[in-house]
């Protein structure tokens, strides 16, 4: 191929791995890949550098930012880090380095190595010492400012110098660091996520990336993210806080900052090498997940001195640690079926041990992919566990291969309720169309019952599993005809929780509109949606009865959701079911009837909430705002009603003076929700 043709390729390649990187936070192949095809690119365009072009991927520092929040600069570019995969790597790393610095090679230089947290950069302006400003790292040079959200991050001071006020800090600095889940709450969340049927995260870092771009800062606050800060970057001409980085951390953690605690001073390639190796098992036991090591020159006047690249700087290096990888039995290729009767298929392997746990399941993706590595039941595979936490099959061991061995084809009917399975056209993902289906049936109600649904306590996965295979349960609607005498029947059920739980199906037969929209699973409807629309239409017999492009109007409802909500309410088999609901007492209406019928105090009234308030939490005072209509935004525009600003109010405050809108104190807060 000749090398245009090849650039080309590369390109096309690069870019697309770099959205589903960086925009949609799904990456589709492993750093250690993406980094090998980027360097064939900047090898064939360093041979050719008339092929150069300013919009080639070796051409800029990141990605695109995402939208929704709005774009602020970085003091000086976010850059990445230049990935090492050996010792052999990191010993060139250095060499490099005594050969910029023209110092011998053998000259002991002073590093420091630091843990590589597996989370999303972040960068939190401080003027005199107060946080005004949080940003995500965006393509480098401008990222998305999230501030409301990172304010909620506990483990970032609001000021700094908290013990000691008088402590000397810059006027203005830019701390960067990463914002990273802790292995038990990546786990907490996951677990609520799988308990509520939605999907869950990957890995920590996608869990990160998501949470800190969640529009709603009540989320952000119950999640538990943290985070641990390890760069100062001052205005152009400051001197920098310490010469040298290990006590520029010191300085750090003096001023109440999180740093990383097993950060070690290593003076020479030698003792950083041994820290790699030290930490390549003992990793595991960490509370959070890491990937690797960084490396850093220590003395900040050699830093300057070396300089950067476009995309790293020169006087650091990461070290990744290799994926875990382990070959077992695939016994068998089983499909699941979601709620939304997508059916997909999984790996059941012959347990193993990997990356200190236990395997048993891996993901194979679709039918595709299987084909495409073609992956056969019997076969020995190779399974991988990297960041994620459900580890894939890479493929088999072909020399192993059982002569008997065919190729695996997705099964034709659902293996629940044996229904052709169907396909539309340019989608991959398989589906089991009949919404009586038990397994769809049993992930559905699961939804539906839960916290963030319907909230009917006591009915959980054991209990819809039983309802379901004894077929008391076909629809949501058999819910509202369960008797105290069928629940006291059921396995682990007496008299009294049963008593408990009628009474739990009886109070949700008021639950708010939006919770039935959410709790009926029409695909794209979640939560945000879901409010929107009860905001909007306030009883289902309205929204039953408009016109598609009424639905599409509601603020936050574009045309796929409205098409999707349409299809789901003009499918006879979902009429019958809400009929049945109606008719079994569920209300399925607010009492203000929809900003169509009567308004409500703050209806059209749009809310930023910034700074500490006194007399309620942050998402206590959302609720009460969404109660009455209005709705809640984190970013201040002309559009917003009234700014509401608390103790310690940040950006947001000085943006709504700025703009002219009105901003209230908590007392006049207050008044208004009272009144
Ligand atoms: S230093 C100019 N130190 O890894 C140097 N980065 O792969 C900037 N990361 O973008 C980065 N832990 O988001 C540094 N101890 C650490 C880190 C770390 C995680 C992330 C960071 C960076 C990425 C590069």
Not at 188 to 203: K, Q, T
Not at 265 to 288: N, P, Q, S, T
Not at 480 to 485: F, G, I, N, Q, V
Not at 626 to 633: F, I, Y
């Amino acid at each position: 191929m000749d090398p245009a043709t090849r650039i080309h390729e590369l390109r096309q390649l690069l870019r697309h791995h770099e959205e589903r990187y960086y925009v949609h936070d799904a990456p589709e192949i492993s750093d250690a890949e993406f980094d090998a095809r980027m360097r064939e690119l900047s090898a064939l365009e360093a041979a050719h550098p008339d092929l150069i072009e300013p919009d080639s991927p070796t051409q800029r520092v990141g990605g695109r930012p995402a939208e929704g929040f709005p774009t602020v600069a970085h003091l000086e570019p976010m850059l990445s880090l230049e990935n090492a995969y050996s010792a052999d790597e990191l010993r060139e790393f250095h060499a490099r380095l005594c050969r910029t610095l023209d110092v011998d090679p053998a000259t002991p230089l002073p590093y420091v190595a630091e843990l590589k947290i597996d989370g999303l950069s972040i960068a939190l302006t401080y003027e005199r010492g107060r946080l005004v400003r949080g940003v995500t790292r965006g393509d480098g040079v401008q990222g998305e400012e999230v501030t409301t959200n990172v304010r909620t991050i506990r483990a970032i001071p609001l000021r700094l110098g908290g013990q000691s006020p008088q402590m000397s800090v810059p006027e203005v600095m830019e701390l960067r660091g990463e914002v990273y889940f802790p292995r038990a709450e990546f786990q907490r969340v996951n677990d609520e996520r799988e308990a509520e049927g939605e999907p869950l995260f990957a890995n920590p870092r996608n869990a990160a990336a998501g949470t800190l771009r969640t529009l709603d800062t009540a989320i952000v606050s119950r999640r538990g993210l943290r985070v641990f800060l390890y760069q100062v970057v001052l205005p152009q001409g400051n001197a920098p806080v310490a010469s040298s980085h290990h006590d520029t951390l010191a300085q750090l953690q003096a001023w109440g900052c999180p740093v990383e605690r097993h950060h070690r001073l290593c003076v020479g390639i030698d003792a950083v090498l041994d820290f790699c190796e030290e930490w390549r098992e003992a990793r595991h036991a960490l509370a959070f997940e890491t990937d690797g090591v960084v490396i850093k020159l220590d003395d900040v006047a050699l830093r300057a001195t070396v300089g950067a690249t476009a995309k790293f700087p020169r006087w650091a290096v990461a070290f990744k640690f290799p994926a875990e990888q382990a070959r077992t039995r695939l016994k068998e290729i089983a499909v699941n079926v979601g709620r939304t009767g997508a059916v997909t298929p999984y790996a059941v392997l012959e347990p193993v041990r990997l990356g200190g746990t236990t395997v048993q399941m891996a993901t194979l993706h679709n039918e595709q992919e299987i084909a495409r590595r073609d992956i056969r039941e019997g076969d020995l595979v190779f399974v991988e566990k990297g960041g994620d936490i459900i580890p894939k099959v890479l493929g088999p061991v072909l020399a192993e291969r059982p002569f008997d061995s065919a190729p695996w084809s997705m099964p034709t009917q659902c293996p629940n309720c044996h229904s052709p399975l169907t396909k539309p056209g340019n989608e991959v993902v398989w589906r089991c169309d009949n919404i009586a289906c038990p397994a769809r049936i049993r992930r559905s109600l699961q939804h539906f019952a839960s916290r963030r649904a319907m909230d009917i306590e006591g009915l959980g996965e054991s209990l819809v599993d039983q309802l379901v295979t004894l077929g008391h349960v076909h629809t949501y609607a058999d819910v509202y005809s369960l008797t105290d005498d069928t629940l006291a029947a059921l396995d682990r059920m007496g008299p009294k929780s049963a008593a408990n739980l009628v009474a739990a199906i009886g109070a949700s037969r008021n639950a708010p509109l939006w919770r039935v929209l959410h709790g009926i699973g029409i695909r794209h409807v979640g939560e945000g949606v879901a409010k929107a629309l009860a905001r909007a239409f306030g009883a289902m017999a309205t929204l039953r009865a408009a016109p598609l492009e009424q639905i599409e109007a509601v603020p936050d409802v574009g045309a796929v959701v409205a098409r999707s909500v349409r299809s789901f309410l003009d499918d006879p088999r979902n009429q019958a079911v809400l009929d049945a609901m109606a008719a079994r007492g569920v209300q399925m209406a607010d009492a203000h009837g929809g900003d169509a019928d009567t308004l409500r105090a703050l209806t059209g009234k749009t809310f930023v909430l910034t700074g500490t308030l006194a007399s309620m939490p942050r998402d206590e005072a959302a609720a009460r705002i969404e109660a009455l209509g209005g709705k809640v935004s984190s970013s201040v525009s002309k559009k917003t009603t009234y700014v509401v600003a608390g103790t310690d109010a940040g950006s947001k405050l000085e943006k709504a003076q700025a703009l002219g809108v009105t901003v209230l104190d908590e007392a006049q807060f207050q008044a208004l929700i009272m009144a």
